[in-house]
């Protein structure tokens, strides 16, 4: 891991999920995430020291634990360290049964759960709305940007450099994994006309290789947002038959050739359930339930 400076005191380090660093004149940072482990959480804090930086600040975009799982390596080891979140991240980011229930919808079995429990004790100390804010003596935009996540937001510093988090996903990651996890599909598609109408001369992703110019962004828009409808419509296409969720979810899959394994399989099955939401709520489907089964059909 390094720290790679972007424009001014904001700077980055890449790692399978990038980490956002903005150095204050004290030298103490703003983090804005912290990868998906202690592990991740002891590499970040050592490139900082080599930096001759101090961890204080901590912001993350969204609970996910690949961007929060770095969080009680700073809460145990780094006590004077202030957590700031939105409000309904906060509640997940506190109580951390609460992401793979919902994505489960019950007590979820061991294989689920145990990726996601290990923030028990943190408290986050300030919440984030959007607009601008103070953190330290240094000025910030806090972007709205629901849709992957609930409340995930976004961080503009004062260098023109915003932070994304998971509201768009690189070339690479669409290649690899085109059926994108999804909270909420009709704020996700607001998310992407929003970050349209953003101000930053750099643009840095949740996961990607590179930092990406205005010009660049306005691309991974479209393809970001192309490929959602692509779903859209093969699922519009595929009830043109009654469908359970389940069954849709294997007809994507052996269409799009997904591989999934057991985490996975739930990521893409809430993806489904959110798509179902969207277009009932559209007025575009009916349902039936019959034989224990719930069928979802396009009117």
């Known amino acids: 891991m390094e720290l790679i400076k972007i424009s001014g005191n904001t700077h980055y380090i890449p790692a399978a999920t990038n980490i956002g660093v903005f150095a204050f004149k004290d030298k103490y940072t703003l983090l804005i995430d912290t990868g998906d482990s202690n592990q991740q ?8 020291q080599a930096n001759s930086l101090s961890v204080k600040y901590i912001a993350n975009t969204h609970n996910h634990i690949d961007h929060a799982g770095g969080n009680a390596h700073f809460h145990e080891h780094y006590p004077g360290s202030y957590f700031l979140a939105s409000a309904d991240e906060k509640l997940v980011l506190e109580n951390g049964f609460l992401f793979p229930l919902y994505l489960y919808g019950a007590h979820p079995p061991r294989e689920l759960s145990r990726h996601f429990l290990k923030n ?3 408290v986050v100390d300030e919440v984030l709305s959007p607009g601008a804010c103070r953190i330290n003596e240094g000025r910030f935009e806090i972007v709205s940007l629901p849709g992957h996540a609930r409340s995930q937001i976004g961080i503009g510093t004062r260098d023109r450099v915003c932070f994304l988090g998971d509201s768009l996903f690189s070339e690479d990651i669409i290649a690899k994994y085109s059926y994108p996890f999804l909270y909420d599909i009709e ?3 607001s998310t992407y006309a929003v970050i349209e109408e953003l101000d930053y001369d750099h643009f840095v992703l949740g996961h990607a290789d590179q930092v990406h110019t205005r010009a660049a962004i306005s691309q991974l828009i479209r393809l970001n947002r192309d490929n959602l409808l692509y779903y859209l419509d093969l699922i519009r296409d595929l009830l043109g038959q009654p469908h359970t969720r389940e069954e849709l979810l294997e007809e994507i899959c052996i269409l799009a050739e997904l591989q999934l394994d057991f ?4 990521y893409s099955l809430s993806t489904t359930g959110a798509i179902i939401t969207f277009l009932h709520d559209k007025g575009e489907l009916e349902y039936q339930l019959e034989n224990g089964k719930m069928f979802f059909y396009r009117r």
């Open 41 to 48: 959480g002891r590499k970040i804090a050592s490139v900082l």
């Open 120 to 122: 028990r004790e943190l």
């Open 187 to 189: 704020a996700q598609l």
């Open 263 to 266: 985490k996975e399989y739930y």
